[in-house]
């Protein structure tokens, strides 16, 4: 083979991979829990919104120990969780949103 094949093969692999790595979502919460465990032990909570790389708005709570999980925004108890956060938020803070990070 021709050193100028090669190199037509090698950029053509390299186009399929680049590709294939961009059309996957790159989303931070591949499982979510269906749970919200003890609020009294939650440290931060961090809201990320839908953009062109996740599709989904992903929820990530870190607990006093340090554990961080993700959790399900369809959940009824999570959705009651973020209201009484951004109650308590805009009433210390307010009107600045401090618990909601787009992710970049």
Known sequence: M???????????VMVCISKAQLSEQ???CHRVRNGIGRKSEI???QIYLATNFCNKVEIVVTMNSGLRYCLNP???AVKKLLTN?????STTAGSTN???APSA
């Open 26 to 28: 790159q989303c931070l």
């Open 2 to 12: 021709s050193s100028m094949i090669k190199v037509f093969l090698l950029l053509a």
């Open 43 to 45: 440290k931060d909570v």
């Open 74 to 76: 369809k959940l009824m």
């Open 85 to 89: 956060i951004m109650k308590n938020t």
């Open 98 to 100: 401090t618990c909601i």
